[in-house]
């Protein structure tokens, strides 16, 4: 049974992390696609595959794509997640932490979002330390566009069209942590007392605008005046982590 990842980077200062993070957690595979950064991505391990990826930045789902099919009739779970998001286990290793959904077809996680209130006495490089401060668990966004990623299990997937979720085989399923049905990008019922993604996403106002307004495959994105607020009150919520 392996655990890998899957994830679509570009010119990211802290890809070093997102790698070292989670293979100390027991990711057997982290495969990193390389969108033509400006310093290309390195990373002396085995377990590091990375692959040079020069298409649209915005439709990450391509390179999912490839990679599923790659992996179609390996036994194991792959998360297709992004360079920010980093997958809390609450202490355990990803394979003991995911002992209670082996039989889920695949595995949405929820976003705990963490804010750019850091903690600047914290000598520590690691971005997981730094962020200390995230909006309150029960918070939702106010557009009810509570985000999921997936953990997916690589026999159950066709491909996908949305980076946040698979289209699966006929019969199958993708679920949350409490066992609802998650059809789509989004939940309705959002749990992240235990597994989920711990989201490294506010690093800036300026920085939080731009991800915001840029053109994304398959949705539309936000106002600048609309991404500007949302970061306001997002930001001002943030509680520190325990």
Not at 10 to 27: A, K, M
Not at 191 to 201: K, M, P, Q, T
Request: glycine letters at 6%; aromatic letters at 14%; a negative charge.
């Amino acid at each position: 049974m392996t655990f890998s990842i899957c994830c679509v980077t570009r010119d990211c200062d802290f890809i070093n992390d997102f790698i070292e993070y989670h293979l100390n957690i027991g990711f057997d595979r982290i495969t990193i696609y390389d969108n033509i950064s400006v310093i290309p991505v390195v990373y002396d391990d085995p377990r590091v595959i990375i692959i040079r990826y020069e298409g649209f930045y915005g439709a990450g789902y391509i390179p999912y794509n490839e990679h599923a099919k790659k992996y179609e009739k390996e036994k194991g779970f792959t998360a297709y997640i992004d360079e920010d998001e980093f997958i809390e286990t609450c202490g355990k290793l990803i394979q003991q932490a995911m002992q209670p959904y082996m039989e889920y077809d695949s595995l949405a996680l929820d976003w705990r979002i963490f804010g750019d209130k850091i903690d600047e006495g914290n000598n520590s490089t690691k971005i997981w330390e730094k962020y200390l401060y995230h909006i309150p668990n029960e918070w939702t966004d106010p557009k009810g566009l509570n985000y999921v990623k997936s953990i997916v299990n690589n026999q159950s997937v066709l491909n996908f069209s949305d980076p946040h979720y698979p289209n699966l085989k006929q019969g199958k399923a993708n679920k949350g942590v409490n066992g609802n049905v998650v059809n789509g990008s989004v939940t309705q019922l959002k749990d992240v007392s235990g597994l989920c993604i711990n989201h490294y996403y506010f690093r800036g106002r300026a920085q939080y605008i731009e991800r915001q307004t840029r053109p994304i495959a398959g949705r539309a994105s936000r106002t600048i005046e609309d991404a500007a607020n949302m970061y306001d009150s997002c930001n001002s919520l943030c509680t520190q982590r325990k």
